[in-house]
């Protein structure tokens, strides 16, 4: 059953900020990109896995997202995954047995067999950066 269009905008404003408050944990990753039409920066919370000089996100809702036509038409984006701001390129669609390659065992089983995704999008590498955590407040504001 397809996501219902009236939800979208819910789903947009209220779930993915929250998701993105856990970007920089484990596999959560804050995938900035700039939109095709208008221009603006976006970020979007993603599992993404990296392997050397690539990263791999599984397509889980297949290849009509907003943010991976954003991603072709630009050939690029950035992404904080873990400590680090990446300056990822050459995106290219992968099949999923491709893709699972670059993660871990269990998520590739989860992705074939239980969501079903057929297709993984993988980038390269071209640029990191070290990004400090949050620091900690300790006074008034």
Known sequence: MPFPRVLAPVH???INKVALLFAGFTSVADL????????RTHHTPVRAYRS?????IGLNFGRESDWLKNIRAAQGCRMRL???LLELAHPELVPVRQGIRHMPRVVGLVLR????TRDCLQLSVVGSVPVRPAATRTGPP
């Open 12 to 14: 947009t404003r209220f």
């Open 52 to 56: 050397g000089d690539l990263v791999v």
């Open 32 to 39: 900035e990109h700039t939109g095709r039409r208008t221009g």
């Open 82 to 84: 873990g400590n680090e």
């Open 113 to 116: 067999y239980v969501i079903r």
